[in-house]
């Protein structure tokens, strides 16, 4: 008997569910598209961190930090754990699906890298798991 592959999660409910978590959360879902900016904090003594979530059916969630600007750590020449545009990478390809609620996962994911990120400015290097991107220097990006 085949099995019936899991429903994607409509995008009203995602936002409801992101919103019933960080209530402060601000966000449309216009024309399929889901938009919202919240704030995260990963840990008590950690900063604030403005976070902008985009997300369609059928395509990965799109997660970039607005505020405040990352910074590097004084030895490296790029942001580890990022895509060449800037946004997060927090999941290994097919490991977060569409069934799955964005409040469950990428909203933990993401202050995980947030946490991730804050050690990494003080040790200089990722404490988190992942695989790295080769993230262009500006110069040779494809415009």
Same mark, same amino acid.
């Given at each position: 008997?085949?099995s ?8 009203g409910?995602?936002?409801?569910a992101i919103?019933?978590?960080?209530p ?7 024309? &399929? #598209? ?5 704030? !995260?904090?990963? %840990?008590p003594v950690?900063r604030n ?5 985009? $997300? ?5 969630p ?9 910074a590097?750590?004084p ?7 990022v895509?060449?545009?800037?946004d ?5 390809? &097919? #490991? ?5 609620? !964005?409040?469950d %996962? ?10 991730? $990120? ?7 290097h990722?404490?988190?798991?992942g ?13």
């Open positions: 008997m085949a019936i592959p899991p429903r994607a999660v409509n995008l409910r995602q936002l409801a919103k019933a978590a960080v402060d959360t601000r966000g449309t879902v216009r024309g &399929g #598209e889901l938009v919202c900016t919240l704030t !995260l904090q990963p %840990t950690s961190y403005t976070v902008r979530i985009v $997300y369609r059916h059928r395509r990965r799109l997660i970039t930090v607005t505020d405040p600007p990352l590097l750590h030895d490296a020449t790029a942001l580890p754990h895509y060449p545009d800037g997060l990478c927090l999941h290994l390809p &097919g #490991e977060w699906q569409e069934h799955m609620f !964005l409040a %996962t990428i909203l933990p994911w993401t202050s995980a890298w947030l946490l991730h $990120y804050e050690l990494w400015l003080v040790l200089g990722w404490t988190g798991t695989d790295e991107h080769a993230v262009p220097s500006p110069a040779n990006r494809i415009r």
